[in-house]
């Protein structure tokens, strides 16, 4: 590990690498790093397409910034802004005062990524980070895939938040972030995974039953505390037929965006700095 970067704490881990809260001491900053081992030409391809996504596409506000990275003994590890207040996943559910620019934040954040032919393909609570000034930023697009003619074919992504037309198998679009997007902003509203049924024993079990009905998202909770045209999100971006659910441009238009917008992340800071006293 190099001297001008210090591992404090395990921040979190999993299949794609250990996160740390390090200090920067160039710098005299705290910072994530994210480390990964790398293990023969194929995963040294994938972590150099991973460096080249976040240096180009991370100097978004609603993108977590990258700052360098560094290879030592088979460890890549990259340096990156750190989000103070953490995922969104461990504030389960959010007030509407912090609930309204959170999601406003993630569609800013989606439409920089497809504007510039990126899709996320893992959109989830615990890739969405906030800090203690309000920002709400999106992480680990460093899996995505620039986009061939919008299509993309390869199978990453956490199932459960998976869109229908992907557990099928076939082709992943922006649609299929937009079906993400809506389960994940759900989840931020009533507090929990919003597909589990009573009446199936799992998450999985769940999907299978929802991907063969012809599901009504506002059927399976209770939606009287959220506004109008919150649930108009929610009631086109959670649609099987991916036909039918709302794309990139109408996500842009609808009233509950364009009457949120610009963001105001006082709110959001007030409630994480509560949170974290």
């Not at 790398?38 to 994938?46: H, L, N, T, Y």
């Not at 997007?181 to 509203?189: D, H, P, S």
């Not at 441009?249 to 006082?266: A, H, Q, S, T």
Request: charged share 25%.
């Amino acid at each position: 590990m190099p001297d001008m970067l210090k591992r404090l704490d395990i921040i979190a881990f999993g299949y794609s690498g250990t996160v740390y809260k390090a200090l920067d001491v160039e710098h005299d900053r705290i910072v994530a790093l994210k480390c990964i081992s790398v293990d023969g030409c194929k995963e040294q391809f994938i972590i150099a397409r991973e460096i080249q996504l976040l240096r180009k596409y991370s100097c978004s506000p609603y993108i977590v910034n990258f700052l360098s990275a560094a290879l030592l003994d088979g460890e890549l590890c990259l340096s990156m802004e750190f989000m103070d207040g953490g995922s969104l996943d461990r504030y389960k559910k959010l007030p509407i005062s912090v609930l309204i620019p959170a999601a406003i934040s993630i569609i800013c954040g989606l439409h920089y990524l497809w504007t510039h032919n990126v899709i996320h393909r893992d959109i989830k609570p615990s890739n969405i980070l906030v800090n203690t000034r309000g920002d709400v930023k999106i992480s680990d697009f460093g899996i995505s895939k620039q986009l061939e003619q919008s299509v993309a074919r390869s199978f990453v992504g956490t199932n459960v938040y998976m869109a229908p037309e992907r557990m099928q198998g076939n082709s992943y679009r922006i649609c299929s972030d937009i079906w993400s997007f809506g389960l994940t902003i759900c989840e931020l509203a009533i507090g929990k995974f919003p597909l589990i049924m009573s009446t199936c024993k799992n998450a999985s079990a769940s999907m299978e039953f929802i991907f063969d009905k012809n599901f009504d998202i506002m059927d399976s909770f209770d939606v009287e505390h959220l506004p109008t045209d919150f649930m108009d999100v929610l009631r086109n971006c959670i649609v099987v037929d991916e036909a039918r659910r709302w794309k990139h441009e109408d996500l842009l238009d609808c009233p509950f965006f364009r009457l949120n917008i610009p963001v105001d992340l006082r709110p959001i800071a007030q409630f994480v700095n509560a949170a974290l006293v």
